[in-house]
């Protein structure tokens, strides 16, 4: 890493942004770069983004543990201030952090302008309101006088995915900063430059230097130097179970809470008292943002009886979806992120078709020079098909049928994921009764989607350990000290 500060810059459709890290308050650029390109025309070279090494790593834990010696000691009013500070900012800039997320990871404009920016802003409110609520356990017990107290933990390194990587990411630091922890967050480099756009504003809101670091990088190359720290004291991550092994392992070393979100194989099972045309629209949005989300419902249950019925309509909805530049207000599908995720994605159709499974529909790329994956649909030929226990990340669904409840509830808990579920039924009594039964994180009757902050969120399985959301998150980022003062004592 080049000791020197700079601000190197590129200018994408007029928008300005830094290649370089945001290290203790100030841009600081790195010998070595990787290219970021643009999913919707891969010959459109973004960006030369700075590469960041164990020299990086180790500035930014540096800088964080000096940023953290000020950010712990301010109180949750004052760090609540900040952040709302910040969401501020990210309210004023909705349509340029759009404009480039969406040209770094092709998700659609219009979703991005109305739903996932803004929430950017919200995770940053919520939690500083969050922090501020929190009222201190105090009861007497066995002639003492007792106080539970929060403490910030330290510096905590949040590795976050390419896909909505704005959101997400402050999904993720909004909770530890509002904590009092120190951050240094690790961008996946497939998308990582709506969050250098995130840093122009961080001196502005009032952040003390070295509070919210953002370092780049190859993760394989920048993580372990970050999460292998022993001066690290909490680790979040989001991605893959593979990746989140090795992090895991780095955690362990160090004695360090580690929280990490895996993705899904999530069930969306639909029975036959079900509003069923509603039911086949869902089942086809899950092809959305080609299918990129950890929390669709990928492997569509469907009670025998209805089947043709639903498939009908799941046909219907999905011959109304349009492939194309997610720019575009008309487009509904988006493209896969990167040639390598969409060889991934083609090599599980592939294989599925050659190992017998019958594709109903899609089955190939769009468009042969581009990133665009039709949406697809399988009829595995049995429960144990590589397409229905694996997560594929793209517009790739599989259709079974159950005979009864309980075989609908077995299907859906038959995977080692266990990150959310969709159930779609009109009994009241089955609706609670499916849904205790259904093993994830999260169960959505009758809708999809629809999240509270405070609720906690998170996986069963190789669907990760931990949980994020309200409480659930403050309490991972702080260090619980129980006050015990003998009564009659002090005065």
């Known amino acids: 890493m080049s000791a020197e500060v700079q601000d190197r810059r590129v200018d994408i459709e007029g928008i300005s942004i830094s290649t370089d890290h945001f290290i203790g308050g100030k841009r600081v650029s790195s ?3 990787f290219e970021v390109r643009s999913p919707l025309d891969w010959d459109w070279k973004l960006a030369d983004v700075a590469r960041g090494d164990a020299a990086t790593a180790a500035a930014a834990i540096e800088a964080a543990q000096q940023g953290f010696d000020v ?9 609540g201030q900040i952040m709302n500070n910040l969401a501020d900012r990210i309210e004023a800039n909705i349509e340029k952090i759009a404009t480039i997320e969406c040209l770094d990871m092709a998700m659609l404009l219009e979703s991005l302008k109305l739903r996932v920016i803004p929430r950017a802003a919200v995770n940053f409110r919520a939690y500083a309101d969050l922090a501020a609520e929190y009222q201190e356990r105090v009861w007497d017990s066995k002639g003492t006088h007792n106080t539970v107290i929060r403490m910030p933990a330290g510096p905590a390194v949040i590795i976050t995915p390419w896909n909505a990587p704005f959101m997400l990411s402050t999904w993720k630091c909004a909770p530890a900063l509002a904590a009092g922890n120190s951050v240094i967050l690790k961008p996946a480099e497939w998308s990582p430059l709506s969050l250098s756009l995130l840093a122009d504003w961080i001196n502005g809101a009032g952040f003390p230097p070295g509070a919210f670091n953002i370092v780049q990088g190859i993760g394989s190359e920048l993580g372990p130097c970050l999460t292998g720290d022993s001066r690290v004291k909490r680790v979040s991550f989001t991605g893959s179970p593979a990746t989140a092994r090795h992090i895991g392992h780095a955690a362990a070393e160090n004695i360090v809470p580690f929280t990490a979100e895996l993705g899904g194989k999530g069930a969306l099972v639909v029975f036959a008292d ?13 092809f959305h943002d080609s299918g990129q989300v950890c929390l669709a419902g990928t492997r569509i249950l469907v009670e025998e009886s209805i089947r043709d019925e639903f498939l009908h309509k799941l046909t219907m909805y999905t011959e109304k979806q349009i492939q194309g530049d997610s720019r575009d207000p008309a487009t509904t599908l988006s493209p896969a992120i990167h040639p390598n995720h969409l060889k991934n994605v083609e090599a599980y159709v592939d294989n599925a078709r050659n190992r017998g499974d019958r594709i109903v529909f899609g089955g190939q790329r769009w468009k042969k020079d581009g990133l665009w994956y039709e949406p697809t649909l399988i009829e595995p030929k049995s429960n144990d098909s590589e397409v229905v226990q694996n997560e594929i990340f793209g517009p790739v669904l599989t259709i079974q049928t159950f005979t009864d409840e309980a075989e609908a509830i077995s299907m859906a808990n038959s995977t080692a994921y266990g990150l959310s579920g969709i159930i779609y039924t009109s009994d009241a009594e089955r609706a609670e009764r499916v849904g205790r039964a259904v093993r994830a994180g ?14 906690p969120f998170g996986g069963i399985g190789i669907s990760g350990i931990g949980r994020e959301g309200g409480h659930y998150a403050l309490e991972f980022h702080c260090d619980l000290k129980t006050l015990q003062i003998l009564e009659d004592s002090v005065h």
């Open 71 to 79: 950010w712990s000691r301010m109180s949750p009013a004052e760090r």
């Open 31 to 33: 010998p070595n770069t």
């Open 274 to 286: 079900a509003d069923i045309d509603a039911a086949a629209q869902k089942a086809s949005n899950q």
């Open 442 to 455: 999260t169960v959505w009757v009758n809708t999809f989607l629809i999240r509270d902050l405070t609720a």
